[in-house]
């Protein structure tokens, strides 16, 4: 167990539909980071959150959106779902922000799988 | 913006074997750090080995070695003594020192042990 929780660990649904992945940080820990895998692919980054102020967008459509609140868990809503969004979905988090805490490692959760039919 | 490349979609190694895999990255920043993340089949994001820098020396995590070439922009994985449980998606990436420390990844390599 590393400590990131995340579910649901399977979810499928249909296309044009929304959905909400949800991310529990490991504790002591305030960055949350979110990333997409598709199908044998690299790890996209999408979205990345630090005390409840979002800090860097990277590949996220505008389908999709993020939140970190004040517990500091954080949900990934992918809203009007196409086929192509079939992926697993990773939360990551780590300790603090800016210089010096690149060293920190990225805690990875299990990951959700999302299949859209 | 930083990119990471791995330029070998898959490798083969055998048993007991040594094996390195290849990295390299573009960045005008000049501190930072480097990871290779392993990826079983269980997909789960698992650190293999971290890397800074401003650090000449190469990180070591007992079978896993890294060759950091600053100047180049390289960071390769040595592998040696290969075990069938090292089997897995191999993935390269990059987290800036500054600002909001975002880690990059390449796009992996997967490695097939053979026995």
């Known amino acids: 167990d590393s400590g990131v929780t995340q579910t649901p660990k399977h979810l499928i649904t249909a296309t044009g539909q929304r959905v909400t992945l949800r991310c529990s940080p490991r504790?002591?820990?305030?960055?949350v980071y979110w990333y997409q895998q598709s199908l044998d692919q690299g790890l996209q980054f999408l979205i990345h959150?630090?005390?409840?102020?979002?800090?860097a967008k990277g590949n996220i459509l505008e389908r999709f959106s993020a939140q970190q609140f004040p517990d500091l868990h954080s949900e990934l809503n992918l809203s009007s779902l196409e086929l192509g969004d079939s992926a697993l979905y990773f939360c990551?988090?780590?300790?603090?922000?800016?210089?010096?805490?690149?060293?920190?490692?990225?805690?990875f959760g299990a990951g959700s799988r999302l299949t859209v039919l | 913006a930083q990119t990471v490349t791995q330029s070998q979609p898959e490798m083969s190694v055998q048993e007991a074997e040594t094996v390195t895999l290849s990295c390299t990255y573009d960045?005008?920043?000049?501190?930072?750090?480097l990871f290779w993340y392993k990826q079983p089949p269980s997909r789960q994001m698992i650190l293999v080995i971290r890397?800074?820098?401003?650090?000449?020396q190469n990180a070591t995590e007992n079978r896993f070695s890294v060759n950091f070439q600053k100047a180049a922009k390289s960071f390769s994985l040595k592998i040696s003594d290969s075990q069938l449980g090292d089997a897995a998606m191999y993935f390269c990436?990059?987290?800036?020192?500054?600002?909001?420390?975002?880690?990059?990844f390449g796009a992996g390599t997967r490695l097939t042990v053979k026995p």
């Open positions: 990551a988090s780590s300790v603090g922000l800016g210089q010096g805490s690149g060293a920190n490692v990225l805690t």
């Open positions: 504790s002591g820990d305030l960055s």
């Open positions: 959150y630090y005390n409840g102020e979002e800090r």
């Open positions: 960045t005008s920043e000049s501190d930072y750090y």
């Open positions: 890397q800074e820098a401003y650090k000449q």
């Open positions: 990436a990059y987290r800036s020192a500054f600002n909001n420390n975002d880690m990059r």
